[in-house]
């Protein structure tokens, strides 16, 4: 009876251990981990741009791969004023508080921009897959860097308290691969079940010596 105890016990162990824990959305403030795994968005020399008469819509490209196009799609009309590294700003500048970054084909694994808010605020970013983020402080007084990791995105939704974003800025995605959701990522209540499951193997062979 009592091995069958333990044999009950340690399979549950094992079966914790290999449980699949989900990724999810990771916002960090700043610029993290530098610039040399991401790629700089352009709106201008890019090949694969198709024709649209949304005024909402923006498509740009990356600055290595002209053919790999995203779509910027917000709340209000915007317009792409700069030559060269993205910049998306509100049509009649009164600004706008929500923004769709969705590639055409493709997913990402790293999305790094800078908000330039008019006002104090507060924004969140929603990732498919990965979910939605915690609130994160904007300040209308200076710039305000994010770098989102954690999945292999295939678009990112951010909104913003009230129509506050002067213009996005410096945009870069990364398009190498994240860790994909449904990997096994042990944790530390799991690896501890395991260990006393390993303990307990230990226990018994010993006693039957």
Known sequence: MKKLVFSCGLAMAMASFSAP????????????????????????GCTAITDTTLDNMLQGCLNTDRGYT???????????????????????????????????????????????????????FTGVPGGTSTSFALTGSGQNFFTITGENFSTVFLTTTVDIIADIQQIRLGTGTSVPPGDTVPEPATMALFGLGLLGAGFARRRRQ
């Not at 990771?26 to 709106?43: A, W």
């Not at 009164?94 to 493709?106: C, K, M, R």
């Open 21 to 44: 824990t989900q990724a999810a959305i990771i916002v960090q403030t700043g610029l993290v981990g530098g610039s040399g795994d991401v790629d700089n968005v352009l709106f201008t």
């Open 70 to 124: 995203i779509n910027f799609t917000a709340d209000e009309n915007i317009v792409a004023p700069a030559i060269g590294q993205a910049r998306i700003e509100s049509a009649d500048g009164s600004g706008f508080s929500q923004l769709l970054i969705d590639p055409v084909t493709g997913t990402f694994s790293k999305l790094q921009l800078n908000i330039d808010a008019s006002a104090d605020g507060f924004v969140t």
